[in-house]
């Protein structure tokens, strides 16, 4: 039997697939821009969000035990999914339309997101909750940084 944590954990991954619609030109474009100094921690930023990712991931398995095929759970699937789009589509969306400004405001956006989909888990699961809380840490930072980005290189606001 195909356990729900299975499927979950393949869904994310297909949803990953997604920033492969990255062009070496998009690349270009954002390597050349300025960036804040502290900004340091920049090649950690992949291992960072790869971590979210599982806990988001575990956080909806732990859901959908709770109460597998309710149509709020569906729901609940739903708002993880969406999440997750949102999240993957950050940087192809802001790389392709050469826009840091669209960048923010898909970050903005899912941090929004993430918040109320919290808020709804934590009635069904306190560890639920608790898994998606390194999205809600992380995510105002990567949107506080692009805003840096925005301040530092306007032209490509």
């Known amino acids: 039997m195909i356990k729900s944590w299975m499927v979950i954990g393949a869904v994310a991954l297909l949803v990953q697939f ?3 619609f990255i062009t070496p030109g998009d690349v270009k474009w954002f390597a050349k821009l300025s ?10 930023i992949p291992i960072i969000w790869t971590v979210i990712f599982i806990c988001g991931a575990a956080s909806a398995s ?3 035990e709770k ?13 993880y999914l969406l999440l997750e789009v949102i999240t993957v589509a950050y940087i192809p969306m802001m790389l ?11 970050g903005a956006s899912g941090l929004i997101l993430s918040i109320l989909l919290t808020v709804s888990v934590l009635p069904i699961s306190l560890i639920a909750a608790l898994l998606l809380v390194p999205y809600l840490a992380w995510s105002p930072i990567g949107t506080y940084t ?3 980005l925005v301040q530092l290189n306007p032209e490509d606001a």
């Open 96 to 106: 392709r339309f050469r826009s840091l400004r669209t960048g923010e405001i898909i």
């Open 146 to 148: 692009t805003e840096e």
């Open 62 to 64: 732990v859901v959908w």
């Open 35 to 44: 960036r804040p100094r502290w900004l340091v921690f920049e090649p950690l």
């Open 18 to 20: 997604g920033s492969f």
């Open 67 to 79: 109460n597998p095929g309710s149509w709020y759970t569906w729901l609940l699937m739903g708002l």
